[in-house]
């Protein structure tokens, strides 16, 4: 039974399946909200023109202050949070390998085929890499 559950969390409703799962399957379980700050996002704007990367990054991390909010009201209980800049499957894997984390459970859009190709997943990166088991959640 894992005492610290990681859980991706960035509002979508795959994120909250994944938190409530996470929070109903282990109760007394230590929870930490992991919010990906993706630079990738950033339009050319934002990347252009100078101090507007500060003002982008500055709203990313607002956005992730009000989605641990709403994580907290869902679920009713306490959860430690943290917010790291990058790119999300890698921040993950990361996140998992520096902490004392037991699980990362992680909710995935169950993209098939070529939308999975060329948009990536998330999920499929961070079960095949993760140093700690990962539960994925749909």
């Known amino acids: 039974m894992p005492s ?3 859980v991706p969390f960035d509002g979508t409703s795959q994120s909250r399946a994944a938190l409530t799962f996470a929070t109903e399957e282990w109760p007394d379980a230590s929870v930490t909200l992991l919010y990906v700050v993706d630079p990738v996002t950033a339009g050319f704007t934002q990347r252009a023109l100078p101090g507007s990367s500060e003002a982008w990054y500055e709203n990313a991390r607002e956005t992730a202050r009000e ?13 430690e949070t943290r917010i790291e800049v990058g790119s999300p499957a890698r921040v993950i894997v990361d996140a998992a ?9 992680l909710g995935s859009h169950g993209r098939e085929g070529v ?6 997943s998330v999920a499929e990166a961070v079960v095949r890499r993760s140093p700690v088991p990962v539960t994925v959640v749909r």
């Open 67 to 79: 989605r641990f909010d709403e994580a907290r009201e869902l679920v009713g209980r306490p959860v």
């Open 115 to 120: 939308s999975r190709v060329l948009l990536g």
């Open 97 to 105: 390998g520096e902490a004392a984390y037991d699980l990362v459970v």
């Open 4 to 6: 610290h559950v990681l």
